[in-house]
């Protein structure tokens, strides 16, 4: 009798381990399709989108979310690779859990180091040019330019970090440039640091296939708690 009742209690017992197993496994794996497919947690590793985000910043990007003016993009690296589904998949729930201390099978932030957020301020079609760091932008079947800041309903603020009176805008991350038109699936993203980082200046347009989504959240730092 007793065999009997310590056969079933040991088949119940595996029968709970078998469900824990399955459950974990499938909330594991919807985790990761949500971080795949619907939002991807970002984690910021430069000052370049200072004010608003800061390095270390934690930001939530989702693909399915349309990009307007003004808004903060996920910019993929043009040496980015795919490390493949089931990697991706350990390695996006990981990050997840562990808030983006632990990111594995790959150096720094989301699949490559290079991976980066910037501001969209000008959308295809637009005709732009910088100047003294601002951007100005004619959009398409326009014929004035317009700041950056005519244009968005967004509000956001620029730095440039004490430019010297005499420091010529064409050294280092450019103040000026020429008229860039943009193409019909290409935007020009900046930095809102202007003349410490690295974007359409540089870069050239980024094309939509490179644009992995709009920062929609940040979570972290506290103080800066709230939708973008």
Excluded at 201 to 219: E, L, N, S
């Amino acid at each position: 009798m007793n065999y009997v009742y310590s056969y079933k209690e040991r088949r119940i017992l595996r029968l709970k381990i078998f469900i824990g197993i399955c459950i974990f496994l499938a909330i594991a794996i919807l985790t990761t399709l949500v971080l795949r497919f619907v939002i991807y947690p970002v984690n910021v590793h430069s000052d370049s989108m200072m004010p608003e985000i800061s390095n270390r910043s934690l930001v939530l990007v989702s693909p399915l979310v349309p990009v307007k003016r003004g808004d903060v993009v996920l910019v993929e690296s043009q040496k980015t690779t795919d490390m493949g589904f089931f990697k991706s998949l350990i390695s996006n729930f990981v990050s997840f859990v562990t808030f983006q201390q632990v990111i594995l099978f790959q150096d720094n932030g989301l699949f490559t180091e290079n991976d980066t957020v910037r501001r969209v301020v000008g959308l295809p079609g637009d005709t732009v040019y910088v100047k003294n760091y601002v951007v100005y932008v004619k959009p398409a079947n326009s014929s004035h330019f317009l700041t950056e800041f005519e244009l968005t309903s967004k509000s956001y603020d620029i730095t440039t970090n004490d430019i010297p009176e005499n420091w010529q805008g064409n050294i280092g991350a450019l103040g000026n440039t020429g008229e860039i038109v943009l193409g019909e699936n290409e935007y020009f993203v900046l930095c809102d640091s202007r003349n410490s980082g690295i974007d359409s200046r540089i870069w050239g347009p980024v094309t939509k296939d490179r644009v992995k989504g709009r920062a929609f959240f940040q979570y972290f730092p506290f103080s800066l708690f709230g939708g973008m």
